[in-house]
């Protein structure tokens, strides 16, 4: 390991272990690069209706939903089958490590859908999914905030949202939706945790950024509010991004050019190492 990245690590640990600030993780698709996803803005993203082909940020909209659910379901179902099909990387081991090591002490902010914090060990009280999670449906009507687990027939082949028994709403009888947000729609608390998100931001110690290339304003926001409080940011990521050229202008910060699965085991080994060590009482 870089001697800096060490020296900035041992620092932050310390910081941790007297109570100081919180360990601040933001993760986004980068991550699950690793586990062999589809990026979703990559080519692999697009959908095509009839003879049109829609970009995902055509296709994931409210707009859409509230003309063509259908469509908006089978475009999900495809992404749902590929994140089923994969599992968490070593990368999303390291920071389930890091939530068990540092409990109340650690928030995991995720722009990821797929859950695989959750499948990685990650306690999900300590998870802010802040786009969603594709484990879950809601309401499509928006008549209640309750999150359903997702029913399994959406992986079938023969999947038939309008015709789904299991996509209604118990309450409403409306039909069920992914909860994700939509590129057309807001952040919210209740359903994304976003001003919780903000607010260990606030408290951070270390912002550990892994990646994400900054493309959304909820990202953007935390590293500027965990920077005005005084955090160090360490950026993972094998490809230059906001958070990267952040960290270079930061004295407390690092830029790590490499992926999660490569590099982020040692660095959670690193903080867990130098974290107060517990007091061994000689025994009696
Ligand atoms: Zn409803």
Redesign the pocket.
């Known amino acids: 390991m870089d001697a800096a990245l060490a020296a900035l690590l041992d620092e932050v640990a310390g910081d941790l272990g007297r109570g100081r600030g919180k360990l601040v993780i933001l993760t986004g698709a980068g991550l699950s690069a690793d586990s062999g996803l589809p990026t979703f803005r990559g080519p692999g993203g697009y959908w095509t209706v009839g003879s049109q082909v829609h970009h995902p940020e055509e296709i994931a909209t409210r707009a859409a939903w509230n003309a063509i659910p259908d469509e908006v379901w089978r475009f999900t179902a495809r992404l749902l089958r590929a994140v089923a099909g994969g599992a968490p990387n070593a990368g999303h081991r390291a920071i389930a490590e890091l939530d068990r090591r540092f409990g109340e002490r650690c928030v995991t902010v995720t722009q990821n859908v797929d859950g695989y914090h959750l499948r990685a060990g990650n306690h999900p009280d300590r998870v802010y999914a802040i786009h969603g999670d594709g484990g879950f449906v809601r309401?499509?009507?928006?008549?209640?905030f309750d999150l359903l687990p997702r029913p399994a027939s959406v992986l079938a082949d023969d999947f038939d949202p309008s015709a789904d028994p299991h996509l209604r709403?118990?309450?409403?009888?409306?039909l069920?939706r992914p909860h994700a947000l939509f590129f057309d729609e807001y952040y919210s608390e209740p359903l994304y945790r976003s001003e919780s998100a903000l607010e260990a931001a606030r408290e951070a110690a270390l912002l550990l950024v892994v990646g994400t290339a900054g493309a959304t304003t909820l990202p953007n926001l935390i590293a500027r509010e965990a920077v005005e409080a005084g955090a160090a940011v360490i950026d993972v990521n094998p490809a230059d991004d906001p958070f990267a050229e952040l960290a270079r202008a930061l004295r407390r910060g690092h830029w790590v050019r490499d992926t999660a699965a490569a590099a982020l085991p040692a660095i959670a080994a690193r903080l867990i190492a130098r974290d107060a060590p517990a007091v061994i009482h000689p025994s009696t």
């Open positions: 309401c499509g009507a928006d008549c209640c709403c118990p309450r409403c009888r409306d069920l």
